[in-house]
C-alpha cells in the first residue's frame, strides 16, 4: 500500500526531472552554454568558475585560486551576521540544481536505456522537502490511535509550539543558512530535549538484540553507535512505558545477517521471520504497539537488507534506514535516513577530521571505490581515464591516499554502490569537501531540517557525462559559501563516545524521529 503510493507519488515527478543544470548566479537555470567555453576556463586546473560576460564579481586576470582565497577572506572569517539574509538565501536556493525544473521530452524507450538498474522515475530533492511538508501537514496520512494517551497530548502541544517558535534569526551555535527554518528547528530540538522520553523493551536475545558492542565498527556501525548511546541514555530512557513518546527496537540488522543469514542461499526468509517473531512477542505481551499500529516505534538500521526485512508488520514504525531510497519504500516524512558513517578506529570515531582550505583544494572533483553497482561503473567509464587532470575519478585505493584526496579536493563524488547510500557522504562533510551526490532517490540523512541543497550538489545518475560541467559552471562565490556550510554542518555528523553532545550525530537521528512522530500527531 505505502509502495504504491510512494510509486503513484513518483509517478506524477516523472515529467518534471530536470535536465537543465547550469546555474548563473543570477538564479535563471539556463542549458550550458558553448558561447562562455567552458573548455577554455577548463584548461587551467584550478578553474572551477566559467566567467560570465556581465559577471561583476570575480576579476577578470585572477586566476580561481585567487579568488578563493580573496572569498576565504571574506566569507570564512566573517561573524555570521555577513551571511546572506534568509531573505536573500532564496536566491541561492534558486541557484540549486533542482528547484527550476524545466518540463522535459521523456527519456528515449528501451532500446536507448543502457543502465537497466536506473530508477524508472526520479525524485529531486526539492520534490522530498514537498512530500515531507505535505505528509506532516496532511491527517490523512497519519494513523490515529485506537485509544487516547497523555503522550498524545504533549505531542500535539510540542508540535503546536514549534508551529508557532518565535523568530529565530540568528544563534550562537545553529547556522541559520544550514536549514529548512531555523527557528523550527531550534524549538523542536529544544522540545525534545525537554519532552521525549523513550522506552526500551527488554525483550530480545544477544546478539542479535541489545549488543552494541558488536557493531562499533565498518561500515554498519551507526545502529551500533546509535544503540549503545541510546540504551545508555539515563536523561532520555523511561522505565514507564505510558509515559513513552517513543518505542525502540533495539536490533542489528548487521548481526541479524551474519548471525542467521546462509551463505549463497539467496533467501533471507529466516531473517525476516526472526523479527516477525519479535513483533508478535511485543504485541501480545505489550498494549503499546496496538495502540498505535505501531507508529511510535522506531528502529535503526544500517545493512542493506533493512528495508526489505522491515516490510510487513514494521511498516507502519518510524524506520531509520542508512539505505534510505525512496524510489523503493522509504516514506519521506515518516521514515528517518540514518547517516552511513564508516568507523575504523572506535577511539576516533570521526576520522582525523579536517581538510584544506578552498583556494588550496586543487582538484577539482574526487571519488575512489570498488565498482559496486552501475552509477559507478558509468563513472568510471566515463572520467577514470579523462584527460582532464582535475577529475581524479578511480578505482578503489588506500585509505590514507584516500583521505588525503578528500581534503584537497574542492568536491567529493558520493556515487551510489549497490544501494543508495554511501559513506563518502558523512566523510565528504567531515573533510570539508563539498559533497556530489550521485544517487538517484537517495534520502539525505536529517532532511527534515536540513537543506542539503545549501551545501551539496545533487547530480542526477544520467548527467553523469556531464559532471565536470556541471561542477566547474558552479560560481567560486557559491562555492566558497557551500564549503564554509559543510564546515558549519560537520558537528551534526560527529559522533561522541561517552556522553552524547547538543545536536551531534546521535541527537539528529533521534530529533528526526521524533520530528516525525510530532508532525504525524493531529
Ligand atoms: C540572468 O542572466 C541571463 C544571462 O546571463 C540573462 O539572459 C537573464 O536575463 C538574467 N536574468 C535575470 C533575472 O537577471
Ligand atoms: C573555445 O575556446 C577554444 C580555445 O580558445 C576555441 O578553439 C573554441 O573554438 C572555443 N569554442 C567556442 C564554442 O567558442
Ligand atoms: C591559464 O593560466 C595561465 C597562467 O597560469 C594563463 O596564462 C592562461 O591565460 C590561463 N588560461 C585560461 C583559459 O584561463
Ligand atoms: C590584474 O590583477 C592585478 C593584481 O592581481 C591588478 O593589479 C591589475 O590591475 C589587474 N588587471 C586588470 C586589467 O584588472
Ligand atoms: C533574487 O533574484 C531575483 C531575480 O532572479 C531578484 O529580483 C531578487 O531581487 C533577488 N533577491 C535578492 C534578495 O537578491
Ligand atoms: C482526508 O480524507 C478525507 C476523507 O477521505 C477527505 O475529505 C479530505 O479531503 C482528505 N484531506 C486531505 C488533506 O487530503
Ligand atoms: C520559520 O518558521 C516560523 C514559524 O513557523 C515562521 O514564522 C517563519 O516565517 C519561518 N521562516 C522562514 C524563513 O520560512
Ligand atoms: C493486540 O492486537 C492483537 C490482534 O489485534 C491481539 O492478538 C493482541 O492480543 C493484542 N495485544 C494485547 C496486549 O492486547
Not at 585572477?62 to 551576521?81: G, I, Q, R, W
Not at 556522553?499 to 537521528?509: A, K, N, S
Request: proline share 6%; charged share 25%; aromatic share 10%.
Amino acid at each position: 500500500m505505502v509502495l504504491v503510493i510512494a510509486f503513484v507519488l513518483g509517478l506524477q515527478y516523472f515529467e518534471l526531472t530536470p535536465i537543465s543544470i547550469v546555474s548563473p548566479r543570477n538564479g535563471t537555470v539556463s542549458q550550458f552554454r558553448e558561447t562562455n567555453n567552458i573548455t577554455k576556463s577548463a584548461e587551467n586546473q584550478t578553474s572551477l568558475a566559467y566567467q560570465e560576460p556581465s559577471s561583476g564579481f570575480e576579476p577578470r586576470n585572477s586566476s580561481t585560486t585567487e579568488v578563493l582565497k580573496s572569498l576565504e577572506h571574506k566569507f570564512l572569517n566573517d561573524s555570521p551576521k555577513s551571511e546572506p539574509s534568509e531573505q536573500s538565501r532564496g536566491n541561492d536556493t534558486a541557484n540549486s540544481l533542482h528547484s527550476l525544473q524545466p518540463k522535459i521530452p521523456q527519456r528515449k524507450k528501451n532500446h536507448e536505456r543502457s543502465t537497466k538498474k536506473s530508477p524508472l522515475v526520479v525524485v529531486s530533492i526539492s520534490q522530498m522537502n514537498n512530500m515531507i511538508l505535505k505528509r506532516h501537514s496532511d491527517p490523512n496520512n497519519s494513523l490515529a490511535p485506537r485509544w487516547g494517551s497523555k503522550v498524545d497530548k504533549e505531542l500535539k502541544t510540542a508540535r503546536n509550539k514549534i508551529k508557532n517558535s518565535e523568530l529565530v534569526k540568528k544563534d550562537d551555535t545553529l547556522y541559520a543558512p544550514l536549514y529548512h527554518n531555523l527557528s523550527i528547528f531550534k524549538r523542536s530540538y529544544e522540545l525534545m530535549e525537554q519532552t521525549l522520553k523513550v522506552y526500551v523493551y527488554s525483550e530480545g536475545d544477544r546478539p542479535i538484540f541489545h549488543q552494541p558492542e558488536a557493531i562499533m565498527d565498518g561500515m554498519y556501525a551507526s545502529e551500533g553507535w546509535f544503540m549503545k548511546l541510546m540504551e545508555s541514555s539515563q536523561k532520555l530512557l523511561t522505565k514507564d512505558p505510558t509515559k513513552a513518546h517513543l518505542f525502540y527496537l533495539a536490533f542489528s540488522s548487521r548481526i541479524l545477517q551474519q548471525k542467521l543469514y546462509v551463505r549463497d542461499s539467496h533467501r533471507r526468509i529466516n531473517l525476516v521471520k526472526h523479527l516477525r517473531n519479535y513483533i508478535d512477542l511485543i504485541v501480545s505481551k505489550y498494549p503499546f504497539w496496538n495502540r498505535t499500529r505501531g507508529s511510535d516505534h522506531f528502529f535503526t538500521a544500517c545493512h542493506d537488507w533493512a528495508p526489505a526485512e522491515t516490510r510487513g508488520p514494521y511498516v507502519n514504525c518510524i524506520r531509520s534506514l542508512c539505505n534510505a531510497d525512496v524510489g523503493v519504500d522509504f516514506v519521506v516524512g515518516k521514515d528517518v535516513s540514518l547517516p552511513t558513517t564508516r568507523i575504523s578506529s572506535l577511539q576516533n570515531p570521526n576520522g582525523n577530521i579536517g581538510g584544506n582550505r578552498p583556494s588550496k583544494r586543487t582538484i577539482l572533483a574526487f571519488f575512489a571505490g570498488k565498482l559496486h553497482g552501475h552509477v559507478r561503473r558509468i563513472l568510471l567509464k566515463q572520467w577514470s581515464s579523462s584527460s582532464e587532470p582535475d577529475m581524479k575519478i578511480l578505482n578503489r585505493i588506500d585509505h590514507k591516499t584516500y583521505v588525503r584526496f578528500m581534503k584537497r579536493s574542492r568536491f567529493c563524488v558520493c556515487a551510489k554502490g549497490y544501494e543508495v547510500n554511501s559513506p563518502r557522504v558523512v566523510e565528504s562533510v567531515l573533510y570539508g569537501c563539498v559533497p556530489v551526490i550521485i544517487s538517484d532517490n537517495f534520502v539525505p540523512p536529517f532532511l527534515e531540517v536540513l537543506d542539503w541543497e545549501s551545501f551539496a550538489v545533487f547530480v542526477p545518475e544520467k548527467e553523469i557525462p556531464n559532471l565536470r560541467k556541471i561542477l566547474i559552471s558552479i560560481p567560486v562565490r557559491r562555492y566558497v559559501k557551500m564549503q564554509k556550510r559543510v564546515l558549519k554542518v560537520q558537528k551534526h555528523f560527529m559522533w561522541h563516545d561517552g556522553e552524547p553532545v547538543r545536536y551531534d550525530i546521535f541527537h539528529m537521528i533521534l530529533h528526526s524521529v521524533w520530528y516525525n512522530r510530532v508532525f504525524q500527531t493531529f
